[in-house]
């Protein structure tokens, strides 16, 4: 089955802390993105990469770091700066610039982070 | 600056009562327009694309269709598992969606 996993689906973070939430996805897709979305509000991009080992920043990057070393990975760090990191965190991934245009984004399941 | 409204917040239906969400969206040079349907503590899952005026897509009970200023998702005599928040989106330059706060859909039986 082709899809996008995110893990852990429920992560407890203490003040001070960096975190790492892990996302993988089997779709060959070219383009990933992390989404944050908070109660009432629609989703907010933090990062966007089109293609492996280039990535760029969203409308709420601050606080937060990615990776994309390899074509189906795109971990995010949410890092000590961010002051307001509680929240629910999504994954997703389109066919990119080889879809001609087409910008289908499938989701993962999410992960929720709590700071305590 | 890119933005998308959804109306209503909240929709609270009877089942067999069809109605319709509104999303109505400003950018410039749209390039598609989604739907999605968001399950309590799940990713949203696609439903539909639309590019041009005058498109209009049907799956089941749900049909979308596209002005040059909203889409509205209409429901068809929903059932109470169409109970879920639906998302619309809409791609302007490059590959980025500009997403609206949904709508939260209820069908009691």
């Known amino acids: 089955d082709g899809g996008i996993t995110q893990s852990p689906k429920y992560l407890f973070r203490k003040e001070g802390q960096n975190v790492t939430l892990s996302c993988e996805q089997n779709?060959?897709?070219?383009?990933m993105y992390w989404y944050r979305q908070d109660p009432g509000q629609g989703l907010r991009l933090i990062y966007y990469?089109?293609?492996?080992?280039?990535?760029q920043k969203g409308d709420i990057a601050e606080g937060y770091s990615v990776s994309r070393e390899k074509k189906e990975s795109f971990p995010l760090t949410v890092t000590s700066a961010q002051k307001n990191p509680t929240a629910f965190y999504l994954c997703?991934?389109?066919?990119?610039?080889?879809?001609?245009?087409?910008?289908?984004?499938?989701f993962g399941p999410g992960t929720r982070l709590t700071v305590l | 600056e890119d933005q998308v409204t959804q109306s209503p917040e909240a929709l609270r239906l009877q089942e067999g009562e069809s109605s319709s969400l509104n999303c109505s969206y400003t950018?410039?040079?749209?390039?598609?327009l989604f739907w999605y349907r968001q399950d309590p503590g799940k990713g949203p899952e696609f439903l539909f694309t639309?590019?041009?005026a005058g498109e209009e897509k049907e799956k089941e009970r749900l049909k979308a269709t596209l002005t040059k200023k909203e889409s509205f998702l209409h429901i068809t005599a929903p059932k109470p598992e169409d109970s879920a928040t639906y998302l619309c989106a809409v791609q302007a330059h490059g590959n980025k969606l500009v997403f609206g706060a949904g709508t939260i859909l209820r069908v009691k039986s």
């Open positions: 779709l060959n897709h070219d383009a």
């Open positions: 639309l590019y041009s």
């Open positions: 990469s089109q293609i492996v080992n280039d990535f």
């Open positions: 997703a991934s389109s066919i990119g610039v080889a879809g001609q245009g087409r910008n289908e984004q499938f």
């Open positions: 950018v410039s040079g749209l390039r598609g």
